[in-house]
């Protein structure tokens, strides 16, 4: 086994080879591409894909393709997001429809998901069907997951009819961020061998975890400390984004018409701003919101254990999966 | 062997099966994916997938999802493409970005892409990955073609520096109309058991006779008869569309200035627009822009029945084709 930073430097260098490396024409299609790629993240799911790979099989070549191609459709996905939430900015850089313009992001973006495909292609005969159905469920659920956060957005909150609800929160965020996650783990299981229930084991375990991940990412918004969390403290608040936190509290509150008014209030200065994500933080506070969304996380941290337990390796190559989970769980940004 | 028509059924059957009796959730997402299939045009490139099947087995039902991955493969591009556009109608009802919005008709597009690489999972495994390797890389050829139409609207006609060209024009419509019908043949053949050497010839076939039927297009435009062509005539000089024709008159014009005159006039008015229509043809017709390209599309033509000719099948059986391939270039509209 290698580290994760091992692992994602594997990862790194087929994206160069694959995307950078090749100038290919017409330029107008291509760089939009790499600029997306370039500033990368963390390239947590090709890194994933290759270590469940690794833990089954000591050859793991025939999985950083198809590592790739995780990454490759997780940027599209970003790429195709930013255009629709009108985002202007992404990893402290312009975003693609705002650098170029919309038409490129559109079409760039339909290209990487053919992209990600070609990188699919030279799977082995014997794994090809398999990785390629996880793959298509998996990026039909992202498009799920991103349809209802996009619904979300339409519907009230609190006891009105047709509120969204914790349970649908969960699901949304399964679908939209966690089942990428999953995938890149199951993928590179069956790539290196795995037994059909191991590999639908670490998807499980992915799964879990990505949702105790998104748990953790409301709660930072919040209650995270400025300057580690890199972005501003309350944006899901100034947003009235519909996250746990504030689905929880609406739940949870039997007099609802100082949160309601919160909500309503759109703050025109940055006194204002900051008196708004005072007020509801004192809300969550007292209904003591932060620790119901710990729980919660915890609880799926600790599904996500459960299915790492029942996968058949040896317990030192787990560790390594233990440590990341950990990691998340405790991160500060 | 069965009629064009009849292949168009079993196709039609499939999408409703695959498509309209489904109701999967959410509706905002799998509404508009209905809406487009609905109104689905001539089915041409699942058709000519069963027809290529049936030409080397009896057996087509192998063929059946995967030519449909076809065709929801072209409505995406349609889908995007109309965005991209800005095109308000097809097929004589509202886009589905106007009807809905554009983050819909985004999301529900990439979504068909995912759709149409699920409808090949089912593929046999010893047909999968060279199925995949010609639906990918047809794939990304519609995306070049169409990123390549883009940049043409942005570049000059004539003497000018930089210029589209007679073959970067015949390049483009290549990979945006051609290689998708040339495809539809090589998969079908490939999943009919048909040797590499037949599948490719009946690639080149679609792709030759694509180009034909592209210039054919564009003849229509311009001197197709109203009621029978269904669409105004001389939309696309209206547009300044960078036609073979329009590329043609450019190159052979040795005095420029009244087309140029012409092509930067803007009509106000019905009557400035007929009178924009029929100077232009007025130049075509002195430069006989008609019968050069019914010359070139007949060159297309005859090498795609030279391809067409190389295919290891008995005579009988490619008469269909034959058929086909005189209607596209006889059309009318």
Redesign the interface.
């Known amino acids: 086994m290698k580290t994760l930073a091992e692992y994602q430097q594997i990862v790194e260098n087929e994206i160069t080879k694959q995307f950078f490396d090749k100038k290919t ?2 330029k ?2 291509f760089a939009p591409i790499e600029y997306i790629l370039e500033e990368g993240g963390k390239r947590l799911r090709p890194a994933l894909c290759l270590l469940a790979c690794n833990l089954f099989s000591e050859q793991i070549e025939q999985a950083v393709k198809p590592a790739v191609a995780l990454e490759t459709f997780h940027n599209f996905t970003l790429l ?1 997001d930013d ?2 939430d009108k985002a202007d900015m992404r990893r402290g850089r312009a975003t693609v429809h705002k650098k170029w313009n919309e ?1 490129t992001a ?2 760039s ?3 990487m ?3 990600a ?2 990188l ?4 082995d ?2 794994h ?2 398999a990785v ?2 996880v ?3 998996t ?2 659920d992202v ?2 997951g ?3 956060d ?2 979300f957005e339409q519907r009230p909150l609190g006891n009105e009819l047709n509120a969204v609800t914790e349970e649908e929160y969960l699901f949304m965020i399964s679908k939209k961020t966690s089942v990428l996650i999953a995938a890149s783990l199951q993928i590179g299981a069956i790539l290196g061998g795995a037994s059909k229930q191991d590999a639908e084991n670490l998807y499980a375990f992915g799964e879990n975890l990505g949702i105790a991940f998104q748990l953790q990412d409301d709660l930072l918004d919040v209650f995270g400390n400025e300057v580690e969390f890199g972005k501003r403290i309350g944006g899901d608040i100034l947003a009235n984004k519909k996250t746990f936190l504030l689905i929880k509290a609406y739940e949870l509150l039997s007099e609802k018409t100082q949160l309601d008014t919160l909500i309503s209030f759109s703050p025109q200065n940055e006194k204002e701003a900051l008196l708004k994500i005072s007020k509801v933080t004192e809300i969550y506070n007292l209904l003591t919101i932060k620790q119901i969304t710990e729980q919660k996380s915890l609880q799926f941290y600790n599904k996500a254990l459960q299915a790492l337990e029942n996968v058949q390796i040896v317990e030192s190559k787990k560790e390594i999966l233990k440590e990341f989970a950990k990691k998340l769980l405790n991160r500060k940004k």
Chains 1, 2 share one sequence.
Request: proline share 2%; net charge negative.
């Open positions: 024409e017409p107008e299609l195709h255009i629709m038409n559109i079409l973006g339909d290209a998901v053919i992209l495909y070609q699919l292609e030279e799977i005969n014997k090809l069907s390629l159905k793959f298509n469920q990026s039909l498009c799920i991103q349809q209802y996009m619904n």
